[in-house]
């Protein structure tokens, strides 16, 4: 369940400089917790890959800090890339943001 004020947002998503991982970054805004699982869904022409971090509380919002997916397992394209947080008391996921893969 979410409330109106709570929002999945991604801060970063691309192709770190050297060329291994694709990075990213978001955070939960409208609520401060820890412990939630924070699931970055990247979504191709032909496969799906995600990669999680857990939830950390800090002034403002919760964060889900950074996580990497290898170059390996995301096909040359545009993919889209969603933030979905889930904890006891609240479900939420982000816009989509797309990502191109060179």
Same mark, same amino acid.
């Given at each position: *369940?979410?409330?109106?004020? +709570? !929002?999945?947002? /991604?801060?970063?998503?691309?192709?770190?400089?050297? #060329?291994l991982n694709v990075s990213a970054s978001g955070y939960v +805004? #409208?609520? /401060?917790?820890?412990?939630? /699982?924070?699931?970055?869904?990247?979504? #191709?022409?032909?496969?799906?890959? $995600?990669? =999680?971090?857990?939830? %950390?509380?800090?002034?403002?919002?919760?964060?889900? #800090?950074?996580?990497?997916?290898? *170059?390996?397992?995301?096909? %040359?394209?545009?993919?889209?890339?969603?933030?979905?947080?889930? $904890? !006891?008391?609240?479900?939420? +996921?982000?816009?989509? *943001? =797309?990502?191109? /893969?060179p």
């Amino acid at each position: *369940m979410s409330t109106p004020a +709570s !929002e999945a947002v /991604i801060s970063v998503a691309g192709v770190d400089v050297d #060329g291994l991982n694709v990075s990213a970054s978001g955070y939960v +805004s #409208g609520t /401060i917790e820890d412990a939630g /699982i924070c699931t970055f869904t990247f979504t #191709g022409l032909e496969s799906e890959t $995600s990669a =999680t971090s857990t939830g %950390r509380a800090n002034a403002s919002t919760t964060s889900c #800090g950074f996580v990497q997916v290898s *170059m390996s397992d995301l096909a %040359r394209g545009s993919w889209q890339v969603v933030l979905a947080y889930s $904890s !006891e008391t609240l479900t939420v +996921s982000s816009q989509p *943001m =797309t990502l191109e /893969i060179p």
